[in-house]
T-cell receptor
Framework: AQSVTQLDSQVPVFEEAPVELRCNYSSSVSVYLFWYVQYPNQGLQLLLKYLSGSTLVKGINGFEAEFNKSQTSFHLRKPSVHISDTAEYFCAVSDREAAGNKLTFGGGTRVLVKP | NAGVMQNPRHLVRRRGQEARLRCSPMKGHSHVYWYRQLPEEGLKFMVYLQKENIIDESGMPKERFSAEFPKEGPSILRIQQVVRGDSAAYFC?????????????FGPGTRLTVL
């Protein structure tokens, strides 16, 4: 079984400032890692995913995340945020060995970008 | 290529009624996942289906809930005798048939309110 903890439920940040969203996971098996974004009243959109290889993953909209196996973390960063980045962000994992690709999500982090 | 379609977008039911939620996956996708998002929480996996088969229903409540993905037509999540605790957003996701690392594409969700 897996679990995902997003340490910050809300993150206020000023426009053009950097932001980091923290994600830690716990799992007895190897996992794939994902970050999704949810805009108000919409479904989830994939920002980026880590499957293998380089531990620094670049995604859409200028986001990147770094996989740290020893700390079981997958923190998301953006060097300069825009108003349009206001949304809820979800970290998720899936079991590499399982049939299918069901996702286990963290509780989410609401990002509010202020002008 | 149209995205994942869900309908209705909003559904209001009284306690004891039945709720039917429909999900049409993206064209060419034969894997469907259902997730539930309770207020102020992250998404929780419910069930994973392929055409005419339930692969993993480990997240489904044992009673009142059922899901199907027929050979023709959309996937259906059915909730019988709804209770107030069923009020939530229900998201469907689909992925292509090629492998476990494929991205899941999410629909906009159905927001169920039980009065």
């Amino acid at each position: 079984a897996q679990s995902v903890t997003q340490l910050d439920s809300q993150v206020p940040v000023f426009e053009e400032a950097p932001v980091e969203l923290r994600c830690n996971y716990s799992s007895s098996v190897s996992v794939y890692l994902f970050w999704y974004v949810q805009y108000p009243n919409q479904g989830l959109q994939l920002l980026l995913k880590y499957l293998s290889g380089s531990t620094l993953v670049k995604g859409i909209n200028g986001f990147e995340a770094e996989f740290n196996k020893s700390q079981t973390s997958f923190h998301l960063r953006k060097p300069s945020v825009h108003i349009s980045d206001t949304a809820e962000y979800f970290c998720a994992v899936s079991d590499r060995e399982a049939a299918g690709n069901k996702l286990t999500f963290g509780g989410g982090t609401r990002v509010l970008v202020k002008p | 290529n149209a995205g994942v379609m869900q309908n209705p977008r909003h559904l209001v039911r009284r306690r004891g009624q039945e709720a039917r939620l429909r999900c049409s996956p993206m064209k060419g996708h034969s894997h469907v996942y259902w997730y539930r998002q309770l207020p102020e929480e992250g998404l929780k996996f419910m069930v994973y289906l392929q055409k005419e088969n339930i692969i993993d229903e480990s997240g489904m409540p044992k009673e009142r809930f059922s899901a199907e993905f027929p050979k023709e037509g959309p996937s259906i999540l059915r909730i019988q005798q709804v209770v107030r605790g069923d009020s939530a957003a229900y998201f469907c996701a689909s992925s292509p048939q090629t492998g476990v690392t494929d991205t899941q594409y999410f629909g906009p969700g159905t927001r169920l309110t039980v009065l």
